[in-house]
Every structure is written in structure tokens, then in C-alpha cells.
């Protein structure tokens, strides 16, 4: 039986947060304090706004790499050198319709649901 979306989800998560771990230390913490702030961002500014505001910070681009990387490919494989470029979700969001937006906006959401439960099990800064 194949694993299901949210097993795939949760295993990209969780490689994503093995590789944060790796990061330098400021870069690592500022993944994880990002991480834990974008749901609230997506909420309450939509997710091109949230995307936009982390890249503008330039410390987190690993963060938007692995999102994007989930939403567009949506693949449990996580290999940190095939990631799409951290500005090509924005893109497809520009250039989308508004289905793909909330599919997209719903598919962030969920991802980082996980990815900030391996953040926080890793104890990955999340203040």
C-alpha cells in the first residue's frame, strides 16, 4: 500500500528539519522562528504576502526553499539540491488562478503543521 499524502507530507517535513539541523547556528534559528510564524502569516496576510515578507528578511530561504519544494512537487523525496528556487512558488501564485491559491495556501498550511512538530521535537529554536 502506498503512503498517503499526509505520510508523504510528514516525511518531507521531517528530512527538511534533519537538514535545517545542519545549518549554521543564526540560520538554523531563524528557520526555525520563521517556520513557526509563517501559518499566522498565511492566515491572517495570504501566503504570496507571507512568502514575500520571509524572503525580504533574506534569512530564510532555506524555509521557503522546503515549502516550495512541498507545494509545487509535493513528493516525499526531499533532496536539498533539487529544491526549486525559493522565488518560483511566488511565481506560480502570481501567475495562477484562485483554486491553485487555495490549493496551494491549504497544502503550506498542512505542511508546516509538521514541519514545526519535527522543529520543536528537534528542539529547533521556535520562539
Not at 516525511?11 to 509563517?38: P, Q, T, V
Not at 501559518?39 to 491572517?44: F, G, K, N, T
Not at 504576502?49 to 523525496?77: G, R
Not at 525559493?86 to 514541519?115: C, F, M, P, S, V
Amino acid at each position: 500500500m502506498p503512503p498517503t499524502t499526509e505520510q508523504n507530507r510528514a516525511s518531507h517535513a521531517y528530512e527538511s528539519i534533519k537538514h535545517a539541523l545542519l545549518l549554521k547556528h543564526e540560520d538554523r534559528n531563524h528557520y526555525g522562528i520563521h517556520a513557526k510564524k509563517m501559518p499566522v502569516r498565511i492566515i491572517s496576510a495570504g501566503l504570496g504576502q507571507a512568502l514575500a515578507f520571509v524572503l525580504d528578511k533574506k534569512n530564510a530561504n532555506e524555509l521557503v526553499k522546503d515549502l516550495s519544494d512541498w507545494v509545487l512537487n509535493k513528493t516525499a523525496k526531499y533532496n536539498p539540491t533539487s529544491r526549486p528556487d525559493q522565488k518560483l512558488l511566488i511565481e506560480n501564485i502570481i501567475n495562477g488562478d484562485a483554486e491553485k491559491l487555495r490549493y496551494y495556501t491549504h497544502e503550506a498550511l498542512a505542511y508546516l503543521q509538521w514541519l514545526n512538530r519535527f522543529a520543536s521535537a528537534q528542539s529547533l529554536k521556535v520562539e
